[in-house]
Structure formats: structure tokens, C-alpha cells
């Protein structure tokens, strides 16, 4: 049976939440905001940049406001991952993702990401063309965890809901997948694996060094 493999992006595919932490602390202690890993973790990790900034300011921020400053957000980002020669994969990911297309298998990458970053990353770690669905910020209106992400990304994928699953590393993330039908394979990057069953996740690794496409094809079987 041909299944959908979903990927969220950062903290999943790309190493990058040591690059999205820097560009929020600067962009926020420059607002006179304090910043730290829990602040990072339960507050923006897996949100859209929209949700984020009203979580912080509170609603009634302006359009402009808001958009200046997301745009200071992704660009303090973006030039962090310019500069850095050697961005990395969760470990084990490259060995996985060549383990999949062989036995027919499709991939995806959903994320709350912006265009731009998810360039940026793709082409860092040289995955440009794995993907044969994207789905981004500019391809939804509800942001994670809003269910839409992954039912758009499921409905281009073509594929019955059930044939699918999700690889996430954010609180909001699985709430997304869970939302919409989908089974989760939970990647503690970023939270405790605990954490992650909370959620009701159905696997959870630490990263991809130890996990078979087997083991994530017998959770949707």
C-alpha cells in the first residue's frame, strides 16, 4: 500500500530551532521583552509568526505593526541561516528519507514556515526536490494548531487520510495532526518525550537514528 509521509520542517528536517530561539531573543529583547527556552518552547515553537506576535501583544496589534515585525523576525533568521556554513539535520534523517521513495511511499513537508525559509532550509541541507508536496504560511489561513495545514497538505497528496502520518516536534504541531485524523510520530527536539504522549502521539524518538519505516508503516496498517 502506498502511504503519505507528512514532515513539519523545523525541528524535524532542519536543526533549526538554535537559529529561531537567536532571531526572537534579539528581535525581542530589543522590544524590552524578557526571553528564555520556555518562553521559546510554550510560546512560539510550531505557531505561525501571526499567532506569535498576538499572543505577545495582544490582539488588537496593528496590521503594520504586525507585519514589520514578523518581517524583522524572518529576516533576522533568514541572514542567521545565511551565514552559517554548516546547518544540520535532525540526526538519522538523510538514511530515512532515502529508505522511503523504494518502496513507493510519498513525501510532504507541512509547515508554518514563510517561503523564503523553507528555500533557505531545503537548500542548506540539500533536500531541494524531495518533497513532492509543500505546504506553507502562504498556503493556509489558520495557522498550527488549526488542523488546516495538514488537511491541505493530505488533500494535494491525493491520498486517504488513514494512508497518512505525521512527524512533528511542537506541542501545536501534534494538535494540528491529531485534529485532523492524522497518526503522529512525535520527535523530541524540542519537548520531552513525555510531553509528546501527553498529546497522544503514537510513537515517539528522539530522532530518526533508531527508526524503520517499518515501525511507522505498522502504526497506520
Known amino acids: 500500500m502506498e502511504y503519505g509521509l507528512i514532515f513539519d520542517m523545523d525541528g ?8 529561531h530561539k537567536t532571531a526572537w531573543e534579539n528581535f525581542l529583547r530589543k522590544k524590552g521583552i524578557p526571553f528564555d527556552d520556555q518562553f521559546f518552547f510554550n510560546v512560539l515553537s510550531g505557531r505561525t509568526g501571526p499567532t506569535s506576535m498576538k499572543i505577545i501583544f495582544g490582539d488588537d496589534l496593528s ?11 524572518d529576516q533576522g533568521f533568514q541572514n542567521i541561516l545565511r ?3 554548516e546547518v544540520k539535520p535532525i540526526a538519522g534523517l538523510y538514511e530515512f528519507l532515502d529508505s ?24 542548506k541541507l540539500k533536500l531541494e526536490g524531495v518533497f513532492e508536496v ?3 504560511k502562504v498556503d493556509v489561513v489558520h495557522g498550527k494548531p488549526d ?3 495538514y488537511l491541505t497538505t493530505v488533500e494535494r497528496l491525493g491520498l486517504p487520510i ?4 505525521v512527524f512533528e ?3 501545536v504541531g501534534i494538535q494540528s495532526a491529531r485534529k485532523a485524523g492524522i497518526h503522529v510520530v512525535g520527535i523530541a527536539s524540542g519537548h520531552s518525550k513525555e510531553e509528546l504522549l501527553e498529546e497522544g502521539v503514537s510513537l515517539v524518538v528522539n530522532d530518526f537514528t533508531d527508526l524503520s519505516l517499518e515501525q511507522v508503516t505498522s502504526l497506520i496498517r
Open 83 to 85: 551565514q552559517t556554513e
Open 147 to 149: 488542523p488546516e495545514v
Open 63 to 73: 496590521e503594520t505593526n504586525l507585519n514589520e515585525y514578523l518581517d524583522e523576525v
Open 12 to 19: 524535524v528536517v532542519i536543526d533549526s530551532n538554535p537559529y
Open 169 to 171: 516536534d511542537s506541542i
Open 134 to 136: 509543500i505546504v506553507g
Open 162 to 165: 488513514e494512508q497518512c502520518i
Open 100 to 123: 522511503i521513495p523504494g518502496n513507493g511511499h510519498r513525501l510532504a513537508l507541512a509547515t508554518s514556515a514563510p517561503p523564503l525559509n523553507i528555500e533557505l532550509g531545503l537548500e
